[in-house]
């Protein structure tokens, strides 16, 4: 029987404590609190969401999760200091579709690269968009607002978050599927626009539920279609574009979990695997329903392999819309 030389058997032994060491903290991960980075202000649907989330994958952990809200420059400071963050599965964070795929086509003067300079890790939701239309004008369908446009083709004003935004790149695709006329009006907070649209400044908008969904309970805005697949049980008489004749302009924002560049796999593989599992959990999966949220758990390849056909879909709108923020 073949016996290892004297020689060798201290570095044999040495290495097997390395690897075992190794193997036992990484069997330990967390050990200490993990920081969860939102690119966005408090209070927001993209920090909602985060928190539900958040507070459930801390007790399957056994680790504080602090959300850590870093607003600003549309997203790109949050996600700078997640791709600046030691890759150890420590400091995590979101992206989204604005701030992550719409962002990256609009702008060349990012501080990092999606592709390049982040880890996938779980998919969280999706939501779709609400069309509506100021209830100070006579429309209620996507049929008449098409056909108003193209009657009236300096008539319509859409507002939006910001150009470049989101919002400005979901409405062009809509437009644009329609094939009517209307003036971009970007401003400086969706709060700001949704006053407007309210008194008839401008005409029409996509925004997301948790703003433009209080107003049309109000009856101070009419909504015309979900821009989702399916209808919303918050108001389950308004049609999809599908449903409405547009299913090309189908779009629904989205949130996933991030971190920096070469996170060891397995940590990734933890953390994907205990967020699918929070997102399958009853209670969760009713308080995302509270906010018109759907849970899209998804596993680390499908999620890479779900951003890369946003990017396609999206940067081609953006290319043919001449979209930019530079």
Not at 246 to 261: D, I, N, R
């Amino acid at each position: 029987m073949f016996s290892l030389p004297r020689i060798y058997r201290p570095r044999l032994l040495a290495l097997a404590c390395l690897l075992t060491g190794a193997q036992a903290a990484m069997a330990a991960y967390p050990e200490k609190p993990i920081r969860f980075i939102v690119p966005a202000a408090p209070g927001g649907g993209a920090d909602t969401t985060v928190r539900i989330v958040a507070t459930a994958l801390s007790q399957r952990l056994g680790q504080p999760i602090v959300v850590d809200n870093k607003p600003g420059a549309a997203g790109a400071i949050g996600l700078d200091a997640i791709a600046k963050a030691p890759p150890d599965g420590y400091t995590i964070g979101t992206a989204n579709l604005s701030n992550f795929t719409v962002a990256s086509n609009v702008s060349k003067t990012l501080p990092y690269s999606p592709t390049r300079d982040f880890s996938p890790i779980a998919m969280l939701m999706t939501q779709p968009y609400l069309l509506g239309v100021t209830a100070t004008l006579p429309i209620k369908s996507v049929k008449e607002l098409a056909d108003y446009g193209k009657a009236n083709p300096t008539a319509l004003f859409y507002g939006s978050s910001g150009n470049g935004s989101a919002l400005h790149v979901v409405m062009e695709l809509f437009r644009t599927s329609m094939g009517f006329s209307a003036t971009h009006v970007p401003y400086k907070s969706i709060v700001a626009a949704q006053t407007d649209l309210m008194g008839g400044q401008i005409q029409v908008m996509v925004d997301n539920f948790s703003t433009m969904a209080p107003n049309v309970e109000s009856g101070r805005v009419r909504a015309l279609a979900i821009t989702g697949s399916k209808r919303s049980s918050m108001f389950p008489n308004v049609p999809t574009l599908a449903e409405a004749g547009v299913p090309a302009a189908e779009a629904v924002t989205w949130a996933g979990v991030v971190g920096p560049a070469r996170l060891p796999t397995d940590v990734v593989n933890r953390l994907n695997k205990e967020i699918n599992a929070v997102l399958a959990d009853p209670k969760v999966r009713k308080q995302f329903a509270d906010v018109a949220s759907d849970p899209a758990p998804m596993t680390v390849a499908e999620f890479a392999k779900y951003i890369q056909a946003q990017d396609a879909k999206w940067s081609a709108v953006i290319k043919q819309g001449k979209i930019t923020t530079d």
